[in-house]
């Protein structure tokens, strides 16, 4: 173990993502029993600029590891961004006496602590906690199953009336410039068509698929759009398959930030706890500057600049098997 490290602090930074709290309540509990004390940081980067840190207890996390959101609160940090931010930052953690920092969060997130801890001599390790799962080196982040689940149960709704008057939806969902959300919440709610940044889409094959489930008698169908598509949200791209096949009566409804809610899923819950308590282990284990993932249900150690550089795609061929379920 290495002796230095007496002090750990713990935040949530960039968008929220269900589990975020079963994460800070395994590193507060790991820590504790390390015999480390552990401080909150309040609204990730933005309060540590602000030296806003308060002591977690092992009993502070109780009864939290159900909750969604994060108790720590979030933000997404300009000042952070700048040279002056980061200095700031770094003395308010001296002035609380902190060794280690774990990081709760996405790209954003690691994005900053990668920089940071180049710069300052303390270290961190991250927990992936984002809805968007678009982070190399971990086969899920916190949150991707609970944001999936809350996004099929919002398409199961949609189906219920789509079908009842013969309507096609497009149905938009979140994940930045990736497809996972969309590509899982197609396949889980048997969408028509998934359409995802990771795999050029065209309207007039978009269309044609359209027509040939027309002439097979669908009724109705549900299209999934992710976020960040080439031609816009799911609104233009139903204005554009309106203009070139009119067949169905076509509505758009834009899931959004409900994805974000809601109670952390079983997976999340005991992902953020393995992940957690995995980011107090590295630390103490001396590791610095890299995020714990896990893959073939095994921990792994991934360099921040890997995790938020190194492409991650959707699995090719779930996308073939989408398509050949969606006949
Ligand atoms: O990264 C999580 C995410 O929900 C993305 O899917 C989405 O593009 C973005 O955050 C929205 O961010 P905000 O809540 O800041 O508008």
Do not use: W
Not at 147 to 175: P, Q, W, Y
């Amino acid at each position: 173990m290495s002796n230095e490290i007496k002090r750990l602090a713990v935040f949530t930074s960039g968008g929220d993502a269900p589990g975020m709290n079963a994460a800070v309540r395994a590193v507060v509990r790991t820590a504790a029993f390390n015999d480390l004390h552990v401080y909150g940081i309040t609204r990730g980067y933005e309060g540590m600029i602000d030296g806003d840190l308060k002591r977690l207890e092992v009993r502070d996390v109780g009864n939290i590891i159900h909750r969604g959101g994060t108790i720590l609160k979030t933000a997404r940090s300009k000042r952070f961004m700048t040279p002056e931010g980061r200095k700031t930052a770094y003395e308010a953690l001296l002035a609380f006496d902190i060794d280690a920092c774990v990081a709760i969060g996405g790209n954003g997130t690691f994005t900053g602590a990668d920089v940071f801890s180049k710069e300052y001599d303390i270290p961190i390790v991250g927990v992936p906690g984002t809805i968007d799962n678009d982070l190399y080196g971990t086969d899920a982040t916190v949150g991707f199953d609970t944001a999936i689940n809350t996004a099929i149960e919002a398409v199961d709704k949609i189906r219920d009336t789509a079908d009842s008057h013969n309507r096609l939806f497009f149905v938009e969902v979140m994940g930045r410039n990736s497809g996972f959300i969309a590509l899982n919440t197609g396949i889980g709610s048997g969408a028509g068509c998934i359409l995802i940044p990771e795999i050029d889409s065209n309207i007039d094959e978009l269309v044609e698929v359209l027509r040939k489930g027309a002439r097979r008698k669908k009724l109705f169908s549900v299209v999934i759009v992710a976020e960040g598509n080439k031609y816009g949200g799911a609104t233009e791209i139903a204005e554009r398959v309106q203009e070139a096949f009119d067949h169905y009566d076509t509505k758009v409804a834009i899931i959004g930030h409900l994805q974000r809610g809601g109670s952390p899923s079983a997976l999340d819950r005991v992902l953020a706890s393995r992940l957690g308590f995995g980011a107090v282990e590295a630390i103490i284990a001396g590791k610095s500057n890299c995020m714990v993932g896990i893959i073939n249900n095994k921990i792994k150690h991934t360099p921040f600049v890997d995790a938020i550089t190194k492409n991650k795609h959707p699995n090719k061929d779930l996308v073939r098997m989408a398509e050949i379920l969606a006949i």
